[in-house]
């Protein structure tokens, strides 16, 4: 397994490192984004949108469950799963529709999405480190090998 891990001194380095990431993305993606409440992961999606190309805020899609983004021809979906309490809600917003051959990915809290969501291509793991944050990513496919490559 190929794996990055790097201390990120505050929100700028966060935004930095998504923007870094998102510079070697390409559709299809999906990256799981894990770690506790206000650790970074929003952040580092708002880097990698913001990259990516968007030009406006990047929000939270806590009550949405998601947010899309339409960027140059790709499909980005930012998703924020801590509101699921049953898989089946899933379902319902037919969230296998979003996975698709030109779609990128994001997704926190990937744990409450069941087996209902694609495998990750990256695992990423955001913990604190008193004031700063540890960011850890891992390449879980051939084609996160070589996005993380470009890390190192």
Partial sequence: MTQFVTLLEDEAATVALGKQLAGAMTPPLTVYLNGDLGAGKTTFSRGVIQ??????????????LVEPYEIKGIDVFHFDLYRVAD???????????????????????????????????????????????????????????KLVSKLK
């Avoid at 990259?51 to 949405?64: C, D, E, M, R």
């Avoid at 913990?127 to 891992?138: A, P, T």
């Fill in 51 to 64: 990259h990516l190309g968007h030009q406006g805020a990047v929000k939270s899609p806590t009550y949405a």
């Fill in 87 to 145: 898989p089946e809600e899933l379902e319902f917003m037919g969230i296998r529709d979003y996975f698709t051959p030109n779609s990128i990915c994001l997704v926190e809290w990937p744990e409450n999405g069941c087996g209902l969501i694609a495998e990750a291509d990256l695992q990423i793991y955001i913990s604190y480190k008193g004031e700063q944050r540890q960011i850890s990513i891992e390449a879980t496919t051939e084609l996160g090998q």
